[in-house]
């Protein structure tokens, strides 16, 4: 069983910066990959940002490329997105997800735990 809380979130200006976090709870975070999902009001959720067990590989949204990182520090059960160059529709709730899929996915059917989620709100 793993437990997860997301972090971080807040109103920004379009252009600036938030880093997210994801706290783990658990003495097997190591051995899941962990994603990163949003979902804006009326929409589905979708995928944003995932990591593999290891850090070693890592997989973007095409809309995210570029502008968001995720990381991972598993001594400290943590799963970070920075978000550099936010945008208005990036408006939306984060998720962070764990898997047990070794290696960084982008489907949602295959996240197994889920936390309870943190407003982003990007002003223009």
């Known amino acids: 069983q793993v437990q997860l809380v997301e972090s971080g979130g807040g109103l920004v200006q379009a252009g600036g910066s938030l880093r997210l976090s994801c706290a783990a709870s658990?003495?097997?975070?190591?051995?899941?990959?962990m994603g990163w999902f949003r979902q804006a009001p009326g929409k589905e959720r979708e995928f944003v940002a995932a990591i593999s067990w290891s850090g070693g590989s890592t997989y973007y949204a095409d809309s995210v490329k570029g502008r968001f990182t995720i990381s991972r520090d598993n001594a400290k059960n943590t799963v970070y997105l920075q978000m550099n160059s936010l945008k208005p529709e990036d408006t939306a709730v984060y998720y962070c997800a764990a898997t047990r899929i070794p290696f960084a996915t982008h489907n949602l059917y295959e996240y197994e735990y889920w936390g309870q989620g943190t407003q982003v709100t990007v002003s223009s």
């Open positions: 658990g003495r097997t975070f190591s051995s899941y990959a």
